[in-house]
Structure formats: C-alpha cells, structure tokens
C-alpha cells in the first residue's frame, strides 16, 4: 500500500528556515500531484504548496516568495523548503497525493481523499 512519510519538523525562530521531506513508498501512480498542507489548532486543513507530475507548482498567497515546493523523483521524495518563517506559519504539516491537483486541489483539500501522511509538527515563535 501507499505510504507517505514526513520529517523534518520542528522549532525554528522567526525569520528562520526549515525544510520538510516526504518519502513515498508504495505503488504510487507516477501521474498523481503531491502536495504539502497544514492544520493549525482548531484551524481547518489548508493548502500550502502542490507540484504536478508535470512540475507545475501552485502556492498559497501566504507562503509564496517564502516556500519552495521540490521533488526528487527518482528517490520517490518531495520537499518544502520554507524560510522567513511566521508565527502564523506554525502548525502540523501533511504531505498527499492525488489525482487531483492544480488550484482546486490547494484550495479544497478533501483530506477524505487521496493519499495522507501522518503529519509533522512546526513551531515558530
């Protein structure tokens, strides 16, 4: 079965950075976007950051300029590199995988659907 699997969480200060990794293993269809989105407390699970198969990458208006969305296709890893970190960015990351992508796929995550990891956790204060 599909697994996803997030590190690279943590404490970091304001204005500082932080990378997130996700290691897929499983029988990933090569033609699904994956994505990273977060939940803060008592807070809805909103989109971060997704990358097409085609590499297309699509952010939101809150972390664009400050996060990267990468993958490393051969070794089934996708990144979120995030730097001029916020408070308000402080929350459990997800990484997913879906057919579904692009847009609505930031926008409406459907955490119900697709493929999930187990969430990790980052702090800014």
């Known amino acids: 079965h599909v697994q996803l699997v997030e590190s690279g969480g943590g404490s970091a200060q304001a204005g500082g950075s932080l990378r997130l990794s996700c290691a897929a293993s499983?029988?990933?269809?090569?033609?699904?976007?994956m994505g990273w989105f977060r939940q803060g407390h008592e807070k809805t699970r909103e989109g971060v950051a997704t990358i097409g198969s085609d590499g297309a990458a699509y952010y939101a208006d809150s972390v664009k300029g400050r996060f990267t969305i990468s993958k490393d296709s051969a070794r089934n890893t996708l990144f979120l590199q995030m730097n001029s970190l916020k408070p308000e960015d402080t929350a459990t990351y997800y990484c997913?995988?879906?057919?579904?992508?692009?847009?609505?796929?930031?926008?409406?995550?459907?955490?119900?659907?697709?493929?999930w990891g187990q969430g990790t956790q980052v702090t800014v204060s």
């Open positions: 997913a995988a879906s057919f579904r992508f692009g847009k609505p796929w930031l926008t409406d995550p459907q955490p119900n659907a697709g493929w």
């Open positions: 499983g029988p990933l269809n090569s033609n699904v976007a």
